[in-house]
């Protein structure tokens, strides 16, 4: 544990600049942006560098993984989002092909507002043009699949276009282009940083893995114990000590290394995987009323 404790967060600037300049030269091209977010943790997984980027642009956040995190906190957050202006925001579960019909519907007011610009020009039949924004994990990939599924035309390397940039033709007037590159996160803060580890987009051996336990455990005794207990048939309170939270879950689940000494790292991993995979229960992690912005 003690070398954990030392450990560093690595911040990686050259590379995300590289990311922000390939999305910046096609920005040109383009008419409204999606930004997908986790839904668990809306304003760590935006990139604020990007936000300033697109800050002239339509936009439609997706709030994914609603199906992971707290519905009343979710309620919130859409109405955070859509309080700001040229913003439209909707909570998706990514793994239902039905959630697409929503995004395009969504994407239909951006059409609807650029056609009736273009209509008083006298001009008629204008294409759209959206870019499809996120940090990795929140599910660029399976937003683009869903999309792959409902049989529009994804085309790789088209002429003009960038190495490796998907363009999704929608419909003859409608269509999406995928990240150009790879735009990472960005975790100076340390607070967004532990939020990145817990969700599972920093990897668990840049942070200690007890410093991101004992963030996630203070969570759960102030807002989510109930899940908790249930979920590890345990009974803790908001004064157990994480220690005995520890040996109370090994006890549980058998995870002792030689001489039957509690695994300590064991359980904390087994903890934190159950919290990525949602088996605790619909949990947020960050709040509107925390949020300074
Ligand atoms: P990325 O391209 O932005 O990096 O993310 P990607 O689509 O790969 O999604 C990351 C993980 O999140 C995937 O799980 C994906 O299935 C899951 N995911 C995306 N959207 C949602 C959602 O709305 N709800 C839930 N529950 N999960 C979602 P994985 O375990 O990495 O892959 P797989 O086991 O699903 O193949």
Request: glycine share 4%.
């Amino acid at each position: 544990m003690a070398n954990q404790k030392e450990k560093q967060i690595h911040y990686f600037p050259g590379h995300m600049k590289k990311g922000l300049i390939k999305i910046e030269e096609k920005l040109k091209l383009i008419d409204f942006v999606i930004i997908l977010l986790d839904s668990r943790i809306p304003i760590s997984s935006i990139n604020p560098d990007l936000l300033k980027l697109v800050s002239n642009k339509q936009k439609l956040f997706l709030l994914s993984k609603k199906d992971m995190s707290d519905q009343l906190e979710n309620k919130k957050w859409l109405d955070y989002f859509n309080s700001k202006e040229d913003t439209r925001a909707i909570l998706v579960n990514l793994k239902e092909q039905k959630e697409i019909n929503n995004i395009l519907k969504e994407i239909s007011y951006f059409k609807k507002i650029k056609d009736e610009k273009y209509l008083k020009k006298g001009i008629k039949n204008v294409s759209l043009r959206g870019m499809i924004l996120g940090i990795p994990n929140v599910g660029k990939s399976t937003l683009i699949n869903l999309l792959n599924k409902k049989n529009v035309v994804i085309s790789k390397n088209m002429p003009g276009a960038t190495k490796n940039v998907n363009r999704i033709k929608i419909d003859k007037y409608l269509e999406l282009m995928d990240t150009p590159g790879i735009l990472l996160p960005k975790f100076e803060d340390h607070k967004v940083a532990l939020n990145l580890a817990l969700i599972g987009t920093i990897k668990e051996d840049i942070l200690p893995l007890e410093e991101v336990f004992e963030y996630l455990i203070s969570f759960i005794k102030k807002y989510y114990i109930s899940n908790f207990n249930n979920r590890f048939e345990i009974n803790i309170n908001e004064d157990t000590p994480n220690d005995k939270i520890i040996d109370e879950i090994a006890k549980k689940r058998g995870y002792f290394s030689k001489g039957n000494v509690v695994d300590v790292d064991k359980t904390i991993k087994a903890i934190l995987n159950e919290f990525r995979n949602g088996k605790l229960g619909q949990i947020s992690i960050e709040r509107v009323e925390d949020v300074n912005i």
